[in-house]
């Protein structure tokens, strides 16, 4: 299937990003701006890297399956999860393909990254159990402690980002019974609010922390986040379009520059 990645300013027009047309998915913006981690299904599913500035497409990881790319605070590293050694594992490498890749994080049951923490030490990830489904945990791989739950219910808890000062986490929940976005307070996650009305997914944090954004149905809605961290203001809907949803890990298909710039994966081909 040929995707196209396009780019959708403040006004609301829309550009297309010269990535070449294939079967796309889960853009992700390195920590300066100045590259793009992508998901491309092929006869595996690989992740590549795309450089913003000289336009060049470079893969990343190669054997197996490999998806839902999350970058390294300092954008040396590509964390992603892999089915190299049967269930999906947590490993990384290093974002300009040098060195060999590695496992960070193992499990018996499908592991799949979400965020790390800003000093690079905490990183939390979604379980997928086969009997008690998604939850969330957190870990801090360099220093060899084990994961530990941070969300873990009878309901499905997935998809989560942390807010760039560390305070607050976003993530999707069925609890309702539909899928909202919720903020928790981390790490200790003893306070929480719904985000969104109506239904929720995919939530991506504005560069700042200021805002956050997410996806119900085919548009993406955000909310100002005010200083103590509580959603302010009514929903504010910024797109609207047969953009692609979510892929199967839950995480976000789309991303948000720090000039707000919205990165959307368009399901036809036609040019804009």
């Known amino acids: 299937m040929q995707r196209q990645l396009v780019r959708i300013d403040p006004a609301g027009s829309v550009h297309t990003v010269p990535v070449p047309q294939q079967a796309i998915e889960e853009p992700r913006l390195s920590p300066d701006g100045r590259k793009l981690a992508i998901g491309i299904r092929a006869a595996t599913n690989d992740i590549w890297v795309y450089d913003l500035t000289r336009s060049t497409l470079t893969r990343a990881t190669f054997d197996a399956d490999n998806f839902a790319a999350v970058w390294t605070p300092d954008g040396a590293r590509i964390t992603f999860s892999s089915n190299r050694a049967g269930p999906c594992q947590i490993y990384w490498r290093a974002a300009d393909g040098a060195g060999l890749v590695e496992l960070i994080v193992g499990s018996d049951y499908d592991l799949v990254p979400g965020a790390w923490s800003r000093d690079g030490d905490v990183l939390i990830f979604t379980e997928y159990h086969p009997e008690t ?132 994966i368009r399901q036809d081909a036609a040019q804009a």
């Open 133 to 264: 489904g998604a939850s969330i945990w957190m870990c801090s791989p360099l220093k060899g402690t084990a994961p530990q739950p941070l969300l873990r219910s009878r309901f499905n808890e997935h998809s989560p980002a942390l807010s760039p000062d560390n305070r607050w986490l976003a993530y999707t929940s069925d609890e309702s019974g539909r899928a909202e976005v919720y903020l928790v307070s981390f790490p200790d996650a003893g306070r929480k609010v719904q985000v969104s009305i109506d239904g929720g997914a995919e939530a991506i944090w504005a560069r700042d922390g200021k805002r956050l954004h997410y996806r119900r149905g085919s548009s993406v809605m955000s909310v100002d986040i005010g200083d103590d961290s509580e959603p302010v203001g009514p929903l504010q809907q910024r797109c609207e379009g047969p953009y692609l949803s979510g892929a199967i890990t839950g995480l976000p298909n789309y991303d948000v520059t720090s000039g707000g710039d919205f990165l959307m």
